[in-house]
T-cell receptor, first 111, second 117 residues
Framework: AQSVTQPDIHITVSEGASLELRCNYS??????LFWYVQSPGQGLQLLLK??????LVQGIKGFEAEFKRSQSSFNLRKPSVHWSDAAEYFC?????????FGAGTILRVKS | GAVVSQHPSRVICKSGTSVKIECRSL??????MFWYRQFPKQSLMLMAT?????????EQGVEKDKFLINHASLTLSTLTVTSAHPEDSSFYIC?????????????FGPGTRLLVL
């Protein structure tokens, strides 16, 4: 069955520090992978997506993610975190036309 | 582009009443819309998939008679929670994609917070 694991429920980083949010998936075929961000009480905003091609994907707000097939991973990174990045981040894999989401990682940014 | 709206953003209702939530794609035609439910501090769970002009496909465990979905046009889908009870209180989020092909991205609405008293 398709599944997405985000092993970190909470992460706290200092403003200006680098960030990496982990995501592992289980899917038999070529995965279509997404990262979304959700601010409190809001819907989801698409940060980036991977369908094929270059395994390093650039997204909005300075985020990037790298697809590693050998590790079944699609980790999200940002070189320098801003206080406005504090939010919850969801990794998702698409199968058919459905999305399966991970449990989410809450990012806290300390000044 | 790819903006999805939801109305209302927040609703409080009495137990036993029905509530309708609208989901609109503002600048594209959405052949497929999705309805999710999110409990506090949890991830999104897909409730149903609706294609314009046809019946919705519900996920296992979702009562189709309780959560009525209508996708009457390419820009509008509605979710009606019938005879709502306190356990139906949740955050409901819709998403929309065009064409319905495998690679189409889902764009999400801002969500509707439902509180049933």
């Amino acid at each position: 069955a398709q599944s997405v694991t985000q092993p970190d429920i909470h992460i706290t980083v200092s403003e200006g520090a680098s960030l990496e949010l982990r995501c592992n998936y289980s899917y038999g075929a070529t995965p279509y992978l997404f990262w979304y961000v959700q601010s409190p009480g809001q819907g989801l905003q698409l940060l980036l997506k991977y369908f094929s091609g270059d395994t390093l994907v650039q997204g909005i707000k300075g985020f990037e993610a790298e697809f590693k097939r050998s590790q079944s991973s699609f980790n999200l990174r940002k070189p320098s975190v801003h206080w406005s990045d504090a939010a919850e981040y969801f990794c998702a894999v698409q199968y058919g036309n459905k999305l399966v989401f991970g449990a989410g990682t809450i990012l806290r940014v300390k000044s | 582009g790819a903006v999805v709206s939801q109305h209302p953003s927040r609703v409080i209702c009495k137990s036993g009443t029905s509530v309708k939530i609208e989901c609109r794609s503002l600048d594209f035609q959405a052949t497929t819309m999705f309805w999710y439910r999110q409990f506090p501090k949890q991830s999104l769970m897909l409730m149903a998939t609706s294609n314009e002009g046809s019946k919705a496909t519900y996920e296992q465990g979702v009562e189709k008679d309780k959560f009525l979905i209508n996708h009457a046009s390419l820009t509008l889908s509605t979710l009606t929670v019938t005879s709502a009870h306190p356990e139906d209180s949740s955050f409901y989020i819709c998403s929309a994609s065009s064409v319905g092909a495998l690679r189409e991205t889902q764009y999400f609405g801002p969500g509707t917070r439902l509180l049933v008293l």
